[in-house]
């Protein structure tokens, strides 16, 4: 299944314990409209507030569904910041996360002020060097060791290919797309935040290169607000 959501109130995509996860309410979903209760299992996670254009999940359920239908159904259950986009029938050995061959995200900074209406969805910080910030996102570009550009998570591996950095500029918002392999646990709030940081003449363009040779967190700029960001997409191969 494909998902879109507004992640403004919730706590991630994972379920919490003590907090609401999206993973949560659509189970909840699933379930009222199966009668069978359900597990889901994600591409990835989506930390607090960052919010997603298409999620992939899967979820094993008995019997015969129309497909169409099923989304409709599902939607009735969901909460309008969450939505069914998408359902396909996959083999039994299918599983979404280890299936997943590349990833996309994308940060949305704004340019001007942020209204009422868009302070959920994008990150504003003034004054920033756009053509800086622009040539600084060719140097993440390639297989590198991102361990200074994440949270540091046990056994995991650091090495990521970044396969392309795409800038989307418009008048009024200036939007940075990752495309990836795979990505770490705000490795792209961490991104973004140090070309934030050379935006505002805070850090040299140079301090990318430094910190994917020789990785150090202290390196890397603040993490940027996760407000901004949003998955793009899931890419599978011919599993699909």
Do not use: W
Not at 86 to 102: L, M, P, Q, S, T
Request: overall charge positive.
């Amino acid at each position: 299944m494909f998902c879109s959501y507004d992640g403004s109130n919730y706590y991630g995509f994972q379920s919490q314990v003590n907090q609401l996860g999206i993973q949560e309410v659509i189970e909840k979903a699933i379930k009222n409209m199966t009668q069978q209760k359900v597990k889901i299992h994600s591409a990835g996670r989506t930390d607090k507030g960052v919010h997603a254009y298409q999620q992939a999940f899967h979820v094993d359920i008995i019997g015969d569904f129309d497909l169409n239908t099923m989304i409709v159904a599902i939607n009735k259950r969901l909460p309008e910041d969450i939505r069914i986009l998408k359902i396909k029938i996959v083999k039994n050995d299918f599983h979404a996360r280890h299936h997943a061959h590349a990833k996309k995200y994308i940060y949305k900074l704004s340019k001007k002020p942020l209204t009422a209406f868009q302070s959920k969805y994008y990150t504003y910080v003034p004054n920033l060097d756009y053509e800086l910030m622009k040539s600084a996102t060719q140097l993440f570009i390639g297989t590198h060791d991102f361990k200074g550009f994440c949270e540091k998570v046990i056994g995991k591996p650091t090495i990521k290919t970044i396969f392309n950095v795409k800038v989307i500029e418009t008048t009024s918002m200036i939007s940075f797309e990752f495309f990836g392999n795979s990505f770490l646990k705000y490795m792209v709030r961490s991104m973004m935040g140090t070309l934030i940081e050379i935006g505002q003449h805070k850090k040299q363009t140079e301090i990318i290169s430094l910190n994917l040779t020789k990785p150090d967190r202290t390196l890397a700029g603040k993490t940027a607000p996760a407000k901004g960001l949003y998955l793009k997409k899931i890419y599978y191969k011919k599993v699909l």
